[in-house]
């Protein structure tokens, strides 16, 4: 069933990263008017909400070690994953000088058990970042930005500029380990002076801030509140149409959990109009809930974009084989070389793809053959993996339509075969108790005669029908973060139709 194959987990990276945000710009000490940016430890707990149920905590330490500042960050999550129970932590440590110049960092994820570790420090003018999942590492360089900060910087540079005063504004540069290091993203910090909030039975006085995110992938916001000594009591989001809560409290009350997980399957689900008609042309109406049509979608092979109004726009999927189409030149590198993810120097990946290749000559039969092998090696389809590198899959055999796309990319390129990952909505005539629906899905695509061509492992088509809408595709050498973003966003602002010809 489709339900098995369906990827979620790339939308809990999303609310580790935002987590991890705040927590990096959330001024936690104790600091008097008079005393400005002078340090003083930190020590702070909170709960974690999603909608009115508490799914972890979050633990805020700073200590000072001599002309070094020591800063520790945990965050713990525990939901469910189509009744399967998921704990989500991330460890976060940066090591600065008193001054708030990066020293080090290093930030520890683990999803359903698999490790993601990335690590860097400053040389000189360069940034040096460590990657590691499972088996597989790699490091790189980017230019240091020495205005960029992370969390005794940032914090310090709060206190400096201030953030009672209502009306004032500033930006800041963030580094944050998941957004990617390559570069400081910039926030937009908004005082709005004194407010009155909930925290836990009781109203309280607060300044509200509000912080805004401007990445690559779009603008992230969050709403603050803090006491006169800047400790944060509160901070609120909404992410993908689901209202997250951060609430100071003590450890002893934050480490509870409650009994009951959250389950977080149907979030992704949008409901059509009537069923997908089987071939090899159909058109999706696309409108947003709120606000006017502000996505870009995926345009290429095989889908064409078209702007009906300021919030409707009409995509047109065609995989028709005999449609004469253009030849589509590309540079082949980025979809042929190795990454964190794609781990095409592994050992068992070579000896899986020489398998899976069996007799096939062209490219084209080789990647049928691929596809095939791929949904048959995977024995055990289940929600309970991360977001797994292909090495991984190759040993566990297990995972949803993330690791059956991430081991099929893999495979290609060990073969030569440029490949890439493609994640939109696909349709089901039945998922989880709802009919004619488009939900979540990753699959690939392979670059075979001069075109991109769609191939579905998890589902086990080497032919697929116009029956999927993309949002995005990507090479995977850089962090998977930017392209899921801006797609869960919009589905849960998003109504969809099947233009059913006349």
């Given at each position: 069933m489709i339900k098995d194959i369906v990827d979620y987990m790339?939308?809990?990276?999303?609310y580790l990263t935002f987590f991890q945000l705040c927590l990096l710009l959330l001024p936690g000490a104790h600091l008097e008017a008079d005393t400005k940016s002078d340090f003083t430890p930190v020590d702070r707990w909170y709960e974690v909400y999603l909608g009115g149920s508490k799914v972890g905590y979050v633990s805020d330490m700073m200590q000072k070690d001599g002309d070094v500042i020591k800063s520790r960050n945990e965050f713990v999550m525990q939901i469910k994953r189509a009744g399967q129970s998921i704990e989500i932590t991330v460890e976060q440590e940066t090591r600065e000088e008193l001054s708030g110049e990066l020293i080090d960092f290093s930030s520890e994820t683990k999803m359903a058990g698999i490790p993601m570790l990335k690590k860097g420090r400053v040389e000189g003018k360069e940034l040096v970042v460590y990657e590691k999942q499972f088996i597989t590492g790699k490091e790189t360089r980017h230019p240091f930005d020495p205005e960029g900060a992370m969390s005794w910087g940032l914090r310090k540079k709060v206190l400096e500029k201030g953030f009672q005063e209502a009306g004032k504004t500033y930006e800041l540069k963030v580094y944050s380990p998941d957004l990617g290091m390559k570069a400081p993203v910039k926030a937009n910090i908004n005082c709005l002076g004194k407010k009155m909030i909930q925290v836990g039975p009781e109203k309280i006085l607060g300044y509200e801030v509000d912080m805004e995110l401007q990445s690559t992938f779009g603008s992230l916001k969050t709403k603050s509140w803090f006491?006169?000594?800047?400790?944060?009591?509160?901070?609120?989001?909404?992410?993908?149409?689901?209202?997250?809560?951060?609430?100071?409290?003590?450890?002893?009350?934050?480490?509870?959990?409650?009994?009951?997980v959250q389950e977080l399957l149907l979030s992704s689900v949008v409901s059509l109009n009537a069923a997908v008609p089987k071939g090899d042309k159909n058109i999706?109406?696309?409108?947003?809930?709120?606000?006017?049509?502000?996505?870009?979608?995926?345009?290429?092979?095989?889908?064409?974009?078209?702007?009906?109004?300021?919030?409707?726009?009409?995509?047109?999927?065609?995989?028709?084989?005999?449609?004469?189409?253009?030849?589509?030149?590309?540079?082949?590198?980025?979809?042929?070389?190795a990454s964190v993810y794609l781990d095409t120097d592994d050992l068992l990946i070579q000896k899986l793809a020489k398998k899976g290749k069996g007799k096939a000559k062209t490219p084209k039969e080789i990647a049928k053959k691929l596809t095939?092998?791929?949904?048959?090696?995977?024995?055990?389809k289940n929600y309970g993996v991360g977001f797994a590198t292909a090495s991984e899959v190759a040993r566990n055999k297990e995972g949803d339509?993330?690791?059956?796309?991430?081991?099929?990319?893999?495979?290609?390129?060990?073969?030569?075969?440029?490949?890439?990952?493609?994640?939109?909505?696909?349709?089901?005539?039945?998922?989880?108790?709802?009919?004619?629906?488009?939900?979540?899905?990753?699959?690939n695509q392979f670059y075979l005669d001069d075109e991109w061509v769609n191939l579905d492992a998890a589902l086990g088509l080497v032919k697929c029908p116009a029956d999927r809408i993309t949002f995005t595709v990507d090479s995977m050498q850089e962090d998977t973060m930017d392209s899921v973003i801006p797609v869960m966003e919009l589905i849960n602002n998003?109504?969809?139709?099947?233009?059913?010809?006349?």
């Open positions: 790339k939308k809990f990276n999303i006491d006169k000594d800047c400790v944060a009591l509160r901070t609120d989001m909404n992410m993908g149409g689901m209202n997250i809560s951060m609430i100071q409290v003590p450890k002893k009350k934050a480490k509870k959990m409650d009994a009951e999706f109406i696309m409108e947003t809930v709120k606000g006017d049509w502000s996505a870009t979608l995926f345009e290429g092979t095989g889908q064409k974009v078209e702007k009906i109004d300021d919030k409707t726009v009409r995509v047109i999927v065609d995989q028709s084989p005999t449609k004469k189409k253009a030849v589509e030149e590309i540079d082949r590198k980025s979809f042929l070389l095939k092998f791929v949904f048959r090696y995977m024995t055990n339509c993330t690791e059956h796309s991430m081991l099929l990319a893999a495979l290609g390129r060990a073969l030569g075969i440029p490949t890439r990952v493609a994640t939109g909505l696909v349709y089901a005539d039945e998922f989880e108790g709802e009919k004619d629906v488009l939900v979540y899905h990753m699959w998003l109504k969809v139709r099947v233009q059913i010809p006349e």
